[in-house]
């Protein structure tokens, strides 16, 4: 990796022995390695590791969970909001283990569109769920960065399953609850 940064650096007419440029390569890959580490995480294992029984069968939202990503159109990051919502009966999900699933699928090359679809599928068997509901809003530098140039656009994707996609007031409490609905 270190070789190929070497190699774009003077692709796009750097030195890569100038002194801020040396190191360069090494941050990178360190970089890289962190960034996409979710290809070295299981979402079944994270998962698995935090179902509780408990006497419970209403909605249960975990919202506004960061997420950093990679574009795999441009490896560009997209960043912003994750908001999740299931209803199971008497079993509950470890709420940190919910940000957790969110960074499993966020750190490695992604689309919005699939990222959300991941976590949501990943949600529904362990726990029986009723229904999930997961919803993701980010920013793309991808569009604001190169191309378009659009500063304020953002992207927002839902996956709905069980009764979150056949039951109409269960979606909609759920959009409501994290602010999309008015």
Known sequence: MEDSVRKILLEIGEDPNREGLRDTPVR???????????????????????????????MIIVRDIELYSMCE??????????HIGYIAENKIYGVSKLA???????RRLQVQERLTQQIASCLMKPINAEGVGVVIEAHHLCMMMRGVTK????MLTSAMLGTFRSEIATRNEFLKLIGLER
């Open 28 to 58: 990178v890959r360190k970089s890289m390695e962190y960034i996409m580490q979710g290809y070295k995480m299981d979402p079944e294992e994270i998962i698995n590791k935090a179902i509780f029984h408990e006497e419970c069968n209403h």
């Open 73 to 82: 159109h441009h490896m560009l990051p997209f960043f912003g909001k994750c």
């Open 100 to 106: 957790r699933l969110v960074d499993c699928f966020a």
């Open 151 to 154: 500063q304020n656009s953002k």
